[in-house]
């Protein structure tokens, strides 16, 4: 099976590729998540704001 990507042309992804695209970005998330503990508290309070708002999830 495939997956068409929304507001991406070109060819679908196999269900392989768009779990290896899902893990990639879980892997950038936690990354950016890490990165934020080393900024001030306030800062850090910026970025959640903004980095949910962004990707359109909602707060853990």
Do not use: C, H
Not at 2 to 7: C, H, L, M
Not at 11 to 18: G, N
Not at 22 to 47: C, F, G, H, I, N
């Amino acid at each position: 099976m495939s997956r068409a990507v929304p507001g991406v042309g070109g060819e679908a992804m196999t269900d392989d590729e768009f779990e290896k695209l899902k893990q990639e970005m879980e892997r950038v998330a936690d990354y950016l998540q890490k990165s934020k503990e080393d900024l001030p508290p306030e800062a850090q309070e910026m970025v959640d704001d903004n980095f949910w708002e962004l990707i359109d999830k909602e707060k853990p």
